[in-house]
């Protein structure tokens, strides 16, 4: 079992900035594809970005060139480094954490005002 805790979301203006992070404990030795995902109100829920344990990185083309994902492994630490940031940023993001199921952290809010 894997549990993942989130910080970092908040409220922030149109084109500012916010850092996520995840902390995963437990099984975290049979981890190996982290990533994020968001959910807007009343829309699905979808990937943002999503990085390996050989730290190759994948992204929505939506994010492209704003947010950066990374995994700090002696700080056992997973990161959404979020800039210019758009009011259509606004949703709830989820940690996430594959094994031989995915793991879903509770999620943090990210508000994006224009």
């Known amino acids: 079992q894997v549990t993942l805790v989130e910080s970092g979301g908040g409220l922030v203006q149109a084109g500012g900035s916010l850092r996520l992070s995840c902390v995963p404990s437990?099984?975290?030795?049979?981890?190996?594809?982290m990533g994020w995902y968001r959910q807007a109100p009343g829309q699905e829920r979808e990937m943002v970005a999503t990085?390996?344990?050989?730290?190759?990185?994948k992204y929505a083309e939506f994010v492209k060139g704003r947010f950066a994902i990374s995994r700090d492994f002696d700080k056992n630490t997973l990161f959404l480094e979020m800039n210019n940031i758009e009011p259509e940023d606004t949703a709830v993001y989820y940690c996430v954490a594959n094994t031989y199921r995915r793991h879903w952290g509770q999620g943090t809010q990210v508000t994006v005002s224009p």
């Open positions: 437990g099984s975290i030795v049979s981890i190996n594809i």
């Open positions: 990085i390996g344990r050989d730290l190759v990185t």
